[in-house]
């Protein structure tokens, strides 16, 4: 089946720093690619689409400066949290809609710890 | 404004009893509905889906049901077992299969022995 391979894993970074998630489709080429959060307890909050070769759509509320949003190829995707601060630290999760299965396919996903 | 919903935070259901799951949304654009189930620290892992042309899918131990009028849909486990022990998302999308999900807000199901 699809699988969408999200690293890193995990990621401590200091606040006023830079970091950079990578999602890339293993499998299938995704022109798509859906960038949700979750903070603990709650549910995943869509933050982004990206779209393979144009720009990407942001959800209300999120700033496209901070979460930048790259989608160069039809395999990767990317998410970067700029100058982040303790109140970006959360789980980010990419996603691709379905090919031919049913469901969209999630990466692992990255908990990002600001300090 | 939460289009999705998911009104139990919590169920604990014994090992081999029936475990179900609800889930209520708001937009009637909303036609297609996806059961995903998730550890900590991992994304989800899709379970079962259903289309608004349906009312039931089932798949295995699990079974979706899906009342369009009272805009409901349910999950329904059984027997359940104790590695069912996870929180549960359903999601919504409109028309369209590059389409964005919407989550609701989860419910953390506990299967005990």
């Known amino acids: 089946g699809a699988v969408v391979s999200q690293h890193p894993s995990r990621v401590i970074c200091k606040s006023g720093t830079s970091v950079k998630i990578e999602c890339r489709s293993l499998?299938?080429?995704?022109?798509?690619m859906f960038w949700y959060r979750q903070f603990p307890k709650q549910s995943l909050m869509l933050m982004a689409t990206s779209n393979e070769g144009s720009k990407a759509t942001y959800e209300q509320g999120v700033e496209k400066d901070k979460f930048l949003i790259n989608h160069a190829s039809l395999t990767l995707s990317t998410l970067t949290v700029t100058s982040a601060h303790p109140e970006d630290s959360s789980f980010y999760i990419c996603?691709?809609?379905?090919?031919?299965?049913?469901?969209?396919?999630f990466g692992s996903g990255t908990r990002l710890t600001v300090v | 404004d939460q289009q999705v919903k998911q009104n139990s935070p919590s169920l604990s259901v014994q090992e081999g009893r029936i475990s179900i799951l609800n889930c209520d949304y708001t937009n009637s654009m909303f036609d297609y509905f996806l059961w995903y189930k998730k550890y900590p620290a991992e994304g989800p892992t899709f379970l079962i889906s259903?289309?608004?042309?349906?009312d039931k899918n089932e798949d295995g131990r699990f079974t979706v049901f899906l009342n369009k009028s009272a805009k409901h849909l349910s999950l329904h486990i059984v027997p359940s077992q104790p590695g069912d022990s996870a929180v549960y998302f359903c999601?919504?999308?409109?028309?369209?299969?590059?389409?964005?999900?919407?989550f609701g807000t989860g419910t953390r199901l506990q299967v005990t022995l």
């Open positions: 996603s691709a809609p379905p090919g031919q299965g049913l469901g969209y396919t």
């Open positions: 259903i289309s608004s042309i349906k």
């Open positions: 499998d299938f080429q995704a022109t798509t």
């Open positions: 999601a919504a999308r409109p028309p369209g299969t590059a389409s964005k999900l919407t």
